[in-house]
């Protein structure tokens, strides 16, 4: 009798905590980024970040308007395609995500944009930062660092400050973050006394990059600008050194800033010739960063690049802005959003009424023994 009376009460028991667990709430969190082709490393490492976030959430337990609420992460692959970002967009609209974080390319996140303002969708950007994203006027976009204005603009003040360079040629991939940049870094350039000797243009899928450099070896400059990404960023690198530019200071932005530069390089001496720029603090210098890229690190061993760090505030962000609401509601929260005031791993995070991050810092690097180092 004792025992079928303590099957009967273990039964009951799980029933009941099967019920309470029907009650949780799912709310659906979108991310978008490059998880395929030759990108997909920044992909897959701002995945991770969000994911992170989510796993975080879920584990701490999670209430909003009173109910307990468990988060899902619904990631889609844009391929760093802007066709392919708008679907990807329309697609978390149709899926009734509570919010978005993404994309990682300006190129998708500008298209994305104006899809998530139309139904109605908060997204927040760990790391498009061309300026055009928050200047058309969707109360729907934020961004989490510093954009292209800061980046090109400190680079360019470095070159001619501090490095005194006179002479520098400007290559971009014709993307809307790569041109945008690049157009940056050249007009300020100029305004403090440096000469842009050439401007030369390839795409975001090249490898063979002689036949330019070649050109802008004949104008003899100091420096070259470059507006892309690293698998481009790389092999650059490894043609300026068999082309006997090896004494060229070589700039990027965010684009190029990654640890796998080193390895896309392929070893090449001009890799010590590196300044690039990221819109944010450097981890140690990060609220968090440290502690954070030790647990990152634990659990995605070997696949920070960059942008995980804004992933993952973007994702806490979003929720604490549920929250703060008390809804997962887009009409609801965004006014909550909007008005956001958060300590995270990398900043203290409030939002300009554009959508801007208030206060962004900007940090420059180069790289010393194939290692990335913080500048500032």
């Not at 990631?75 to 697609?91: R, S």
């Not at 050249?186 to 305004?191: E, L, R, V, Y």
């Not at 068999?242 to 530069?261: E, H, P, R, S, W």
């Not at 194939?370 to 500048?375: D, F, T």
Request: aromatic share 6%.
């Amino acid at each position: 009798m004792q025992v079928k009376l303590n099957v009967i009460v273990a039964a009951s028991a799980a029933l009941f905590a099967g019920a309470v667990s029907a009650q949780d709430v799912v709310v659906k969190i979108g991310h978008v980024g490059p998880v395929s082709g030759p990108q997909a490393h920044y992909g897959k490492d701002n995945e991770n970040g969000a994911r992170m976030a989510i796993e975080d959430l879920n584990a701490k337990g999670v209430t909003i308007g009173g109910k307990k609420v468990k988060l899902e992460l619904v990631a889609e692959d844009d391929a760093a395609d802007p066709k392919q970002g708008t679907a990807a967009a329309q697609k978390l609209c149709d899926a009734k995500v509570a919010g978005v974080v993404g994309h990682l390319n300006s190129g998708t996140t500008i298209p994305a944009s104006a899809v998530y303002n139309q139904c109605g969708i908060p997204h927040v950007t760990p790391s498009a930062t061309n300026p055009k994203l928050t200047t058309q006027g969707f109360k729907t976009t934020f961004r989490m660092l510093a954009n292209d204005n800061a980046l090109g603009a400190g680079l360019a003040l470095h070159a001619a400050k501090n490095l005194k360079l006179k002479k520098v040629a400007v290559i971009d991939d014709r993307t809307a973050y790569g041109q945008g940049v690049a157009e940056v870094f050249a007009k300020t350039a100029k305004a403090n006394g440096i000469e842009i000797v050439d401007q030369q243009y390839t795409t975001d899928k090249a490898t063979d990059f002689m036949a330019i450099l070649t050109a802008i070896k004949a104008k003899n400059p100091d420096g070259v600008f470059y507006g892309g990404m690293d698998p481009q960023a790389g092999p650059m690198l490894r043609q300026m050194e068999q082309l006997g530019l090896a004494n060229v200071k070589f700039f990027g932005g965010d684009g190029i800033c990654t640890d796998k530069l080193t390895e896309l390089s392929g070893g090449a001496k001009t890799l010590g010739n590196v300044v690039c720029a990221e819109g944010g603090a450097s981890l140690a210098k990060m609220p968090g960063g440290t502690a954070w890229k030790a647990r990152y690190d634990a659990k995605y061993p070997k696949q920070f690049q960059v942008y995980s760090p804004y992933t993952y505030d973007a994702t806490h962000v979003l929720v604490q802005a549920m929250i703060d609401a008390g809804s997962w509601d887009p009409k609801v929260y965004l006014p909550k959003l909007a008005a956001v005031n958060y300590k995270g791993v990398t900043a203290n995070i409030g939002f300009e009424a554009d959508g801007e991050l208030k206060n962004p810092a900007m940090t420059l690097y180069n790289y010393q023994g194939g290692k990335k180092v913080p500048l500032n």
